[in-house]
């Protein structure tokens, strides 16, 4: 199964993108292994209009643009479901054995997420309920993905 990321706003060169491509690289290099490749990091300007609800429109609208068809749809809010890393890979690891070929994750804007795009998604979780930075965000979702292959392949990096 390909896994994309997608997020509103660029990182900038810097610790929070090095951390980021760190684990990403590490994703890229042990997921073939389980079936899991990542596919693409879609990074998108933030809309510069003049309304928080027309901005989450308007970047609900390039997520729209950037997401496979019949891709399954990860939404990252911090009013999303709590999962623990175990269930996050178990989430991973049963779609990628039913067969599905896409997964798209994705952080919003500053403003948050299109309604229409919640409505839409089929699963919105959270990464705790505190706020965090956009560029912290991209450096745990990419570390959560990474070690959701090594729970998948039964590597000791994941300890409880």
Known sequence: MR??????????????????????????????????????MVEVQESRASNAETRKREEGGMLEKALPEGAILILLDERGKALDSEAFADFIGRHRDNGKRDMLLAIGGADGLDPELRARADMVINLGTMTWPHQLVRILIAEQLYRAVTILSGHPYHRV
């Open 3 to 40: 896994i994309s990321l997608f997020a509103v706003g660029r990182l900038k060169a810097g610790p929070e993108k090095d951390l980021a491509s760190r684990y990403l690289d590490r994703f890229a290099k042990a997921g073939p292994a389980v079936g899991l490749e990542l596919a693409k």
